[in-house]
């Protein structure tokens, strides 16, 4: 099975937020090689400026070499493909352009896009045929808060 994150999944590991079990479930199964994982760059940016932003440098750098610890891998460009359904998404169903990029990485892959922000994606699988795996129910992605459990 494949698997695409979403900013929100990490955030979700480092921020032990509701949900966090079933990410690292998934983790867990990339690990053992029953799944792969895969994550777009833009989403990855996404992380890394919020703890950048929040927290500082070092945090951030820190964050970053966790993830990349992890059983992930990153899709480092925006091919045609990925470019022409993330504009057509942005357009349609108004979401933020890393929601786009990210949703169009697991449609290009056929994979399953792993997030909770309902508030962007719940219209899309109403409207489309693309495999969500919700982690947490009925709520929106949260950038970092100066409590975040894995910084303290």
């Not at 792993?114 to 919700?134: C, H, K, L, M, N």
Request: negative net charge; glycine residues 4%; hydrophobic residues 45%.
């Amino acid at each position: 099975m494949t698997y695409i994150f979403d900013a929100c999944a990490i955030f979700a590991l480092f921020k032990c937020e509701e949900g966090i079990e079933k990410v690292k479930s998934l983790i867990e199964k990339a690990s053992a090689e029953q799944a792969d994982i895969y994550m777009n760059i833009i989403n990855l940016l996404e992380v890394h400026y919020s703890y950048y932003r929040d927290f500082g440098p070092d945090k951030a750098a820190n964050i970053l070499e966790r993830i990349y610890r992890m059983p992930i891998h990153f899709v480092d460009n925006i091919d045609a493909d990925i470019f022409s359904e993330a504009s057509r998404l942005k357009a349609q169903y108004a979401i933020p352009l890393g929601d786009a990029i990210g949703l169009a990485t697991a449609i290009k892959m056929k994979g399953t896009f792993v997030t909770a922000d309902y508030s962007d994606f719940s219209e899309i699988e109403q409207a489309e045929s693309i495999p969500f795996f919700w982690f947490r129910e009925n709520f929106s992605c949260s950038f970092p808060y100066p409590h975040s459990p894995i910084l303290l």
